[in-house]
């Protein structure tokens, strides 16, 4: 079993919708999750970090976190082209940073 | 700059060369990865530097990889002897600490001819 999983897509929403992406993680003691963009050919770029149970919204981004189920997703409101990217999911297991493989997401205008 | 600096940006070299990849992360920064990441894959953990100590080498390939971190500062990751599957993008990440965010550079293309 993998530490961080997600499923690879790619998915596919028109442009103003929802888009939601998913994450579940093994170690139980995860304590810090992020995600992460990652355009074609570039690094990839922090978009949010959650630590607590919970949701955390920064405009149209929001990360919901639930360490019983062991799964953090994101949301994309509003979703734009722009926004089409891989997203990677990365989970601190407090000895190790691991990384999703990632989800290829794609907006279409 | 005020982000991470990875150098060289590109770098062709002929298998069975030694190649040395550089990183200056965000200064500040104590935490410090490095990355690599083949073409349409995912990001494989390689080592982390908390200061100058790597405290977690298990992700490094083999033993002709290696990498230090001087003055908890600059990184270089080396390679000897290289193949041609260690064709990727060599990524370098820093953190204000462990917990914190990782912060990128633009990743070292390396290709092994």
């Known amino acids: 079993q993998k530490e961080v999983e997600q499923n690879s897509g790619p998915l596919s929403v028109p442009e103003g919708a929802i888009a939601s992406l998913n994450c579940t993680y093994s170690d139980r003691g995860s304590q810090s999750f992020f995600w992460y963009r990652q355009y074609s050919g570039k690094s990839p770029e922090l978009i949010m970090f959650?630590?607590?149970?919970g949701d955390k919204e920064d405009g149209r981004f929001t990360a919901q976190l639930n360490k019983a189920s062991q799964y953090v997703s994101l949301l994309i409101r509003d979703s734009q082209p722009s926004d089409s990217a891989t997203y990677l999911c990365?989970?601190?297991?407090?000895?190790?940073?691991?990384f999703g493989t990632g989800t290829s997401l794609t907006v279409i205008p | 700059g005020a982000g991470v600096s990875q150098s060289p940006s590109n770098k062709v070299t002929e298998k069975g060369k030694d190649v040395e990849l550089r990183c200056d992360p965000i200064s500040g920064h104590t935490a410090l990865y490095w990355y690599r990441q083949r073409l349409g894959q995912g990001l494989e953990f390689l080592i982390y530097?908390?200061?100058?100590?790597?405290?977690?080498k298990s992700g490094l390939p083999s033993d002709r990889f290696s990498a230090e971190r001087t003055g908890e500062s600059v990184s270089t990751l080396t390679i000897q002897r290289t193949q041609q599957e260690d064709s990727a993008v060599y990524l370098c990440?820093?953190?204000?600490?462990?917990?914190?965010?990782?912060?990128f550079g633009d990743g070292t293309r390396l290709s092994i001819l």
């Open positions: 959650i630590y607590s149970n």
């Open positions: 530097f908390q200061g100058n100590s790597a405290p977690d």
């Open positions: 990440a820093s953190s204000r600490d462990k917990i914190q965010p990782q912060h």
């Open positions: 990365a989970v601190d297991t407090g000895n190790q940073f691991y």
